[in-house]
C-alpha cells in the first residue's frame, strides 16, 4: 500500500521526503502525478491538497496534517468527516512558535519597531526605558497545545500570563477566561498572542469592538490563522493609535497582496506565516508513532473533535 505526501509550499520538501522514507520503509510514497496508483493510497501527508486529488483517494484510512492545522483539510468539499485527521502536535515546533512570539514581544518591550523606524529616517530617537516582564502581561488568545507551550515559555521569564479558550475543558494553572468573559481576558491584557484555528466560530472574533477594548499603547501579535482578524478594521486602529502594535504573520489572504496598506503602516511588523515552522524529523516521528497505533488497533482518534473542544 502507498502513502501520498503532497506539498508544495514549504521549505525542505526534499529532506521531508527522505524523513517519510526513513520512517515508513514498509509504504511507498508516491506524488500526486502517480494518479494511476491512487487505489493504492491509505495514508496522506499533506499540506494544502487539491480537492480533485482528495476525491480520487477511495481507500484513505488516515490524513496527516503536516502542520499544527487542519484548516487546509477542512475546507476541501471532498473530505470525509469518517477519516482521522492526525495534526502535528509536538513541542519541537512549539520551541519554535514561543520564540517568534517571545522575539516580538521584545520587539514590542524594548521600542525596536520605533528604533528601526528612526534609523530608517537616519534619526537618533535618544533613550525610551523598557518594559519590564513583571510589568506586562501577555493574553494567548487560543490556550490549545501550541498556546499552552507560549504560555509555559513565557512564565518561566516572569511574565504574567492569562489565557482565552472557547469553553474551559481543562484544568490549568494559568488564569482562563471563555467565551463569556472575553472583555476582561481582552482588557486584562497588555499584549495579546492570537494562536486561533480557522474555524467559523473564529472569523473575525479580533474586530473593532475587540481592537476598541484592547489598551491603547498595546500590541497584538497574530500567529493562528488570519481569518480571525478583521483586517479594514485593523488598519483603522493602526492609523489611530500610533503606539498600538500588530506583529502579523498570518492573513485572510496569504502571500499578502502587495496592495495591502499593511505593508506601509509604521506600526506594523509582517513575517510570511513562518512563526511555527514544522520540525521535520519530530514531525515525521509524531506522524509514524500515530500511523503504527492504527496498524495496531485499526482505529484512529482523529484531533477534529479536540480541536472543537481547545480554544
Ligand atoms: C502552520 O501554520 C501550521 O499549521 O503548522
Request: with cysteine.
Amino acid at each position: 500500500m502507498s502513502i501520498l505526501f503532497h506539498n508544495v509550499t514549504f521549505d525542505k520538501i526534499n529532506i521531508y521526503k527522505k524523513t517519510i522514507k526513513k520512517y515508513f520503509k514498509d509504504e511507498k510514497i508516491i506524488s500526486i502525478n502517480d494518479y494511476k496508483k491512487f487505489n493504492d493510497v491509505e495514508y496522506a501527508i499533506i499540506w494544502d491538497l487539491p480537492d480533485i486529488v482528495l476525491s480520487k483517494l477511495k481507500n484513505l484510512k488516515v490524513i496527516f496534517s503536516m502542520g499544527a492545522g487542519v484548516d487546509h483539510i477542512l475546507k476541501l468539499k471532498n473530505y470525509d468527516k469518517k477519516i482521522p485527521i492526525i495534526r502535528i502536535k509536538d513541542p519541537e515546533m512549539g520551541k519554535r512558535i514561543a520564540n517568534y512570539s517571545l522575539a516580538q514581544i521584545l520587539n514590542y518591550q524594548l521600542n525596536f519597531k520605533i528604533f528601526q523606524n528612526s534609523q530608517n529616517k537616519k534619526y537618533w530617537s535618544g533613550e525610551r526605558t523598557p518594559i519590564d516582564n513583571e510589568n506586562l502581561t501577555i493574553g494567548i488568545l487560543g490556550l490549545g497545545f501550541l498556546g499552552t507551550y507560549i504560555a509555559k515559555v513565557l512564565i518561566k521569564l516572569k511574565y504574567n500570563v492569562i489565557g482565552y479558550k472557547k469553553s474551559i475543558v481543562r484544568s490549568s494553572n494559568i488564569k482562563t477566561y471563555s467565551k463569556k468573559n472575553l472583555n476582561k481576558f481582552i482588557k486584562n491584557s497588555d499584549i495579546i498572542i492570537s494562536i486561533l484555528p480557522a474555524t467559523p466560530q473564529t472569523d473575525n472574533i479580533i474586530n473593532t469592538s475587540f481592537l476598541k477594548k484592547m489598551k491603547k499603547k498595546s500590541c497584538l501579535i497574530n500567529i493562528g490563522r488570519g481569518n480571525a482578524i478583521d483586517e479594514n478594521a485593523l488598519i483603522k486602529h493602526l492609523k489611530r493609535n500610533k503606539e498600538f502594535y500588530a506583529y502579523l504573520d498570518v492573513f485572510k489572504n496569504e502571500p499578502l497582496k502587495s496592495s495591502s496598506k499593511l505593508w506601509t503602516l509604521p506600526n506594523v511588523t509582517i513575517t510570511p506565516h513562518v512563526a511555527g515552522v514544522t520540525a521535520i524529523e519530530s514531525a515525521i516521528k509524531y506522524m509514524f508513532k500515530k500511523y503504527k497505533m492504527y496498524k495496531k488497533n485499526n482505529t484512529l482518534k482523529s484531533d477534529i473533535k479536540s480541536i472543537k473542544n481547545f480554544y
